[in-house]
């Protein structure tokens, strides 16, 4: 019986708790207006009141839609509620205020302080609002929220800018994600930092955009037209800066930055476009679809800035840096196209597929530029860098890549650079970089003409342990191909690329680069046999073949005996008609090329540009009878292309050459028999026989030994 008392009793308990918790409900809510989710019309322009804006945020509840009356709030001609104090924190959660249909502005000019929207709740959505002169930031998401939205599509509504927000003007940050747990926010659809007509410059006082202090997985942008944010003309700062460590996989995607609403003029962030920094990681610029495509251009400093040692593996890719958003003129950034500095790592700029690649041009410095001591193993991969989107329009930087001041163990592979105004590489006192796979000079088919205004690549002032190559091709640059210069600057390697068609020498090392160390000499040549003697011992030779003197295509290589000799065989013979060599010593000096000497044989044909194909090209002989035969002459292409081929060892200086291929060494059977030919090689591929000619020598700048 007292057990069944107890039963009873314990019921009795249950019952009244849950009668309580539904009373307390009930009393919560009426104390502010109890209601089921619905849709709360603001009615007054007022700071505060019945139908005020502010009155409606107090009375409502998770899932509540609030809209605007357009007969107070007309969409074509927008109304200001001026507030006097910060309206409430948006803690509901799961909220909507859209003014997507109406004229709102939101005005916070005589407050103190305040932020206009401080959201510190999940999945709630702020659209067609303009959100100006507030003291503090246009919109502040914190406090471990997630899931906000902050605009929309903009094509959407009959508001002045549909779903996206205009926030301008304000003293802090135009957008704030911030804390550890903020994540999954998105910001789309909006102008940040310009009025209702994506030109005029409001700005904000600090970044257009900050994502930072750990907040993760938020996204910045979208890949629709509608949902495109315009970052640009922020009055002290950067359009978007994403910094902090545990700051990461954050996306920046589908944006203008720096430009108006068009992409074809500039509203200049008054630093860079974008920063990244201070421990964000594995965040994402961009993408490998040309939705998430951003236009990174007309920044008043880089386009993107790297910055930190604990910065590390962000990806940059798809984006346009420096030209408009048809990638086909120039809108520069003041600084460079993408800086990296200050010991960050890891960090890849491009990709491995042509989506990912960006094109970086027209921007006033470098195209990409590294530097400091730490700043290591970042990859600059697949690049358009100083043309246009299509590769065959040259929309130059000053360089191409600059590295600087100690940077190292950088790799750049399959990148495009060309016609930028001065080197295509500049790599000062910069140590164990590597160059593989670049086209730099030329475009992608290696065959046009797309030639840096000076060197192809300049390494100087103590850069040191440099690999270059293989497969690039340096061809078409209106000075040297390469120049190792400076006394310190030592144990540069070049092998196996291609390098031809430079108005001045193909590897040029003077002032004490690389040793000067010494090219090899050719002595002993038949249609697929070489012998030589390399100026040291156990040096690696490379034996290139030309139309002129420099090393177009790569035949092999061979290695020098302890005294200097070598021999290299080719089977079916070497391609061009002019053999060159160089060599490099044990501490990885490379020389410059040999002279030239002449493919004896019949008729020889050259490959014209790309390595991986084999286009010919006919020489065409020119009789000179003044010439006295000499069996071992071999003569040097001079600035009037006038060369001398070897002669075989079955020649004399008595010899009577007939007009039959097989007793003379003249490159055709129909030659007037004479002792000696001078031939002028005139490839019908490309014209680069005449190249001293028709491609005079530029007035570059001598670079200089400090950055």
Request: proline content about 5%; hydrophobic content about 35%; charged content about 10%.
């Amino acid at each position: 019986m007292k057990r069944s008392y107890m039963w009873v009793y314990s019921l009795g308990i249950v019952i009244l708790a849950v009668l309580s918790a539904f009373l307390v409900s009930g009393i919560s809510q009426t104390g502010v207006g109890a209601h089921a989710s619905a849709t709360i019309v603001v009615t007054s322009r007022t700071d505060s009141g019945s139908g005020s804006l502010r009155q409606v945020l107090l009375s409502t509840i998770p899932g509540d839609i609030i809209t605007f009356d357009t007969g107070v709030f007309p969409p074509t001609t927008p109304m200001t509620i001026t507030l006097l104090k910060a309206l409430p924190d948006i803690t509901q959660g799961n909220l909507t205020i859209d003014a997507s249909r109406a004229g709102v502005v939101l005005d916070g000019r005589y407050t103190t302080g305040a932020d206009g929207l401080r959201i510190t709740s999940d999945d709630n959505v702020i659209r067609g609002l303009q959100i100006v002169y507030f003291p503090g930031n246009g919109v502040m998401i914190a406090g471990s929220a997630k899931n906000n939205t902050v605009g929309g599509d903009w094509s959407v509504g009959s508001g002045p800018h549909g779903e996206g927000n205009i926030i301008a003007g304000n003293g802090g940050h135009g957008v704030s994600i911030n804390d550890s747990g903020t994540v999954s926010n998105t910001v789309i659809g909006n102008y940040i930092g310009v009025a209702a007509d994506g030109v005029t410059v409001l700005g904000n006082g600090a970044y257009g955009v900050n994502v930072s202090n750990g907040a993760a997985y938020n996204t910045i942008g979208g890949i629709t037209d509608g949902a495109r944010n315009i970052i640009s003309g922020q009055t002290s700062s950067d359009g978007i800066w994403i910094g902090d460590a545990g700051t990461a996989y954050n996306a920046v995607i589908g944006n203008y930055i720096g430009t108006d609403v068009s992409g074809a003029k500039p509203v200049p962030n008054r630093n860079d476009g974008i920063e990244l920094a201070d421990g964000a990681a594995f965040n994402r610029i961009g993408g490998a679809t040309a939705g998430e495509r951003n236009v990174i251009s007309g920044n008043a400093s880089n386009g993107i800035y790297i910055s930190g040692s604990a910065v590390t593996s962000n990806t940059i890719s798809g984006n346009y840096i420096g030209t408009d958003a048809s990638g086909t003129a120039i809108l520069g950034n003041e600084a460079n196209g993408v800086a990296i500095n200050n010991g960050a790592q890891h960090n890849r700029i491009g990709g491995g597929t042509s989506a990912e690649r960006n094109v970086i041009s027209g921007n006033r410095e470098a195209g990409v530029g590294l530097w400091h001591s730490g700043t290591m193993s970042n990859t600059v991969t697949g690049n358009a860098i100083g043309m246009d989107a299509s590769g065959a329009l040259v929309l130059g930087n000053r360089w191409g890549v600059g590295c600087w001041s100690n940077a190292q163990r950088n790799v750049f592979e399959g990148n495009r650079i060309g016609g930028n105004s001065e080197h295509g590489f500049y790599i000062n006192n910069c140590h164990r970089n590597t160059l593989t796979g670049n086209y730099i000079g030329s475009d992608a088919t290696g065959l046009a003409d797309l030639g840096n205004r000076a060197r192809g690549i300049d390494l100087c002032c103590g850069s040191q342990d440099n690999v270059i190559g293989p497969g690039n091709i340096v061809a078409y640059n209106k000075d040297s191909g390469i120049l190792v210069w400076n006394a310190t600057t030592l144990h540069n390697t070049i092998t196996r690329n291609s390098i031809h068609s430079n108005t001045s020498q193909g590897i040029d090392n003077s002032a004490g680069g690389n040793t000067e160390l010494s090219p090899p000499a050719l002595i002993q040549i038949t249609a697929d046999t070489l012998a030589g003697i390399a100026p040291v011992a156990f040096a690696t030779v490379e034996i290139f073949s030309d139309d002129a003197n420099e090393g177009r295509i790569f035949e092999g290589s061979a290695t020098a005996d302890v005294d200097g000799h070598f021999t290299f065989s080719k089977t079916g013979g070497f391609h061009g008609p002019f053999l060159t060599a160089t060599v490099s010593d044990a501490d990885g000096n490379t020389s410059e090329f040999s002279q030239p000497v002449a493919k004896p044989g019949p008729t020889p044909t050259a490959t014209t540009v790309n390595p991986t194909s084999t286009p010919t090209s006919t020489l065409t002989p020119i009789s000179m009878s003044t010439q006295t035969p000499t069996p071992t002459s071999t003569a040097i292409p001079t600035a009037t292309v006038t060369l001398t081929p070897t002669e075989t060892a079955t020649v004399t200086s008595t010899a009577t050459v007939t007009s039959t291929a097989t007793t003379t060494p003249m490159p055709t059977a129909t030659v007037t028999p004479t002792p000696t030919l001078t031939a002028t090689p005139t490839p019908t591929a490309t014209p680069e026989t005449d190249f001293f000619i028709f491609l005079p020598m530029i007035n570059a700048r001598e670079p200089a030994s400090t950055e």
